[in-house]
């Protein structure tokens, strides 16, 4: 693999949620996207990059924008630096997400500049946590059981659900029947233990390529047949899980961070601030079981409450966790309580509006005590604390906290230089992962 990347394409890996760093290790992070900027990444000796978009909060105009503003800058950037490019849409391991807005946008955006597109790569796996697809299904490991994505809680989503676990059906279900599942390609385990990756090399005019990843090994032969089709000039856009990241820029399953790395990065003076907006059930969970393990100081925006009048409770909520910190780790979170919508738009303004005043407080409070560090709990949260409320624009992912879950970024630029953040996703871990992590942080 490490022969084949040596003159590959340099991916850039739009992730529309920042959690897509949390199977790798040593690569840069962008949450900003002036040409300058992509520029700085391009110079480090890295296999490719993120820049985190945090798309998957906006509405599909809006994130459709945001999409062709970052591809055009990283092509302006690779023209400057002599770069070639490849690009990825990472996206969520449980298939929600927009698609196909995201990889449309990109190719859009390519064939504008004499670039063609031959195939999608879709690729949602994220063995680390157990979803996998095995002859085109998509499935999500739940205790023992792996379960057809459909019927998990994530395919009820306000805003991305859907009810195909067959990615070919899923494809078809989300364009609204223009890309029609008898046209989707499938690369199955078995065609890949064979060694047979024709439906890759002989993809044509932006033929979507659903590849099975029942473990990293597929993973790494899919990489490898992609590798040497884009070095026979086959273009590829990527629309993949955390996994296709860790394979397509050469890295192996690697143990979390030690604790004499970790003791480094975290400074005393100080306790954590967990930062939570997730609602699924496991969050709750992960939640109740740090509960029973130590105490810490619990402070909640109520929803509704913040809906009406959001500056009382914000200014409340930072006066308690600021005097806490000196004493005691410290949870601040939104009410339980899942505020929906009337529609899908409704439900994604009523998100915006919870995570714009979560953010605001969790700004605040770092600026009148600074942590020892930062957990951000769910995907969006962790883009809107990293961006908003700690104004982080370059920063390195350091690598993981847990087996292949929970990333931690060393910022490099900015007012949160030198603070450490734990990117921790909603829907990954077991029950007592967010205790695990929080006891590893306040331990360093």
């Known amino acids: 693999m490490t022969a084949a990347l040596d003159g590959a394409r340099r991916v850039v890996f739009l992730d529309d949620d920042p959690t897509g760093t949390q199977t790798v290790r040593d690569l840069p992070v962008l949450t900003r996207w002036s ?110 059981d792996l379960v057809p994505v459909a019927d998990t809680e994530f395919a009820k989503d306000a805003t991305f659900g859907f009810t195909s676990s067959r990615l070919a059906d899923w494809v078809e279900e989300k364009s609204g029947g223009r890309i029609p599942a008898s046209e989707v390609a499938e690369l199955t385990v078995d065609d890949l233990r064979a060694g047979d990756l024709a439906k890759l090399s002989g993809a044509r005019d932006g033929q979507v390529v ?68 997730s609602h699924v059930g496991l969050t709750s969970r992960q939640l109740a079981k740090l509960a029973e393990r130590r105490e810490f100081v619990n402070v909640e925006l109520d929803v509704p409450s913040l809906l009406d009048s959001p500056e009382g409770q914000i200014e409340r909520a930072v ?46 409070i770092v600026a009148a ?29 350091r690598g993981s906290l847990l087996p292949g879950i929970v990333s931690l970024w060393e910022p490099v630029s900015g007012l949160a230089q030198g603070l450490p953040y734990v990117v921790f996703a909603g829907n990954v871990g077991t029950e007592d992962s967010l205790a695990d992590v929080v006891d590893r942080l306040e331990k360093a």
């Open 35 to 144: 040409v300058e900027d992509i520029q700085w990444a391009l110079r480090q000796d890295t296999a490719g990059f993120f820049v985190l978009t945090n798309t998957r909060s906006l509405a599909p105009r809006d994130a459709a924008a945001r999409d062709r503003e970052v591809v055009e800058a990283c092509l302006a950037a690779a023209g400057r630096e002599g770069a070639r490019l490849a690009f990825a849409s990472r996206s969520d391991s449980t298939l929600r997400g927009h698609f196909p807005l995201e990889t449309d946008v990109i190719t859009e955006v390519l064939a504008e500049h004499g670039k063609r597109v031959d195939a999608i790569v879709l690729n949602p796996a994220y063995t680390d946590a157990g979803r996998v697809t095995i002859g085109g299904t998509h499935w999500v490991r739940t205790g023992e």
């Open 369 to 397: 005590r600074r942590p020892a560090y930062v957990v951000a709990k769910g995907g969006i949260t962790s883009s809107d604390v990293a961006t908003e409320s700690l104004g982080i624009g370059r920063a390195w992912v």
């Open 210 to 277: 659903a590849v099975d990843t029942a473990e990293d090994g597929d993973l790494r032969v899919a990489v490898q047949g992609i590798l040497e089709a884009e070095a026979a000039g086959v273009s590829f856009v990527y629309r993949v899980g955390p996994s296709f990241v860790r394979a397509r820029v050469g890295q192996d399953v690697q143990p979390p961070i030690d604790d004499g790395a970790l003791t480094s990065l975290v400074h005393g003076g100080a306790h954590g601030l967990v930062v939570v907006g």
């Open 319 to 364: 006066a308690e966790a600021a005097d806490a910190l000196e004493h005691s780790l410290v949870v601040l979170s939104t009410s339980r309580t899942l505020v929906r919508g009337a529609d899908e738009a409704a439900s994604l303004d009523i998100a915006r509006r919870v995570s714009s005043a979560l953010t605001t407080t969790a700004g605040r």
